[in-house]
């Protein structure tokens, strides 16, 4: 994969989170645009508990292996929230 391709998952608006699927069957879920950066030839998944947030531990993957880039859905909201407004709400 060219690095251009994963800057536009990352740079979508609105972003869409998406699964980073590698060769050997490794992957990485991408819930918002922070938990990645791209060089070159390689990628960096930060793994953090929040978004903005320092991270716990990183990796790097290259991006000759990637097999591919599926969409995810959004988490669901936490409970007493719905995705949707009820009328009248």
């Known amino acids: ?3 251009g391709d ?3 998952y990352k740079r979508a608006t609105p972003f869409q ?3 980073i ?3 050997d069957g490794h992957s990485y879920d991408v819930r ?3 938990l990645v950066d791209v060089g070159h030839r390689v990628g960096i998944f930060f793994y953090r ?3 903005k947030e320092p991270f716990d531990r990183w990796e790097t993957f290259s991006l000759t292996l990637i097999s591919r880039i599926v969409s995810i859905e959004r988490e669901d909201p936490p409970p007493g929230e719905s ?3 009820r ?3």
Do not use: E, S, T
């Open 6 to 8: 994963l800057i536009g």
């Open 17 to 19: 989170p998406f699964r």
């Open 32 to 34: 918002h645009p922070d």
């Open 87 to 89: 009328k009248g709400a």
């Open 49 to 51: 508990r929040k978004p």
């Open 21 to 23: 699927v590698m060769n």
């Open 83 to 85: 995705k949707r407004k």
């Open 1 to 3: 994969m060219r690095a």
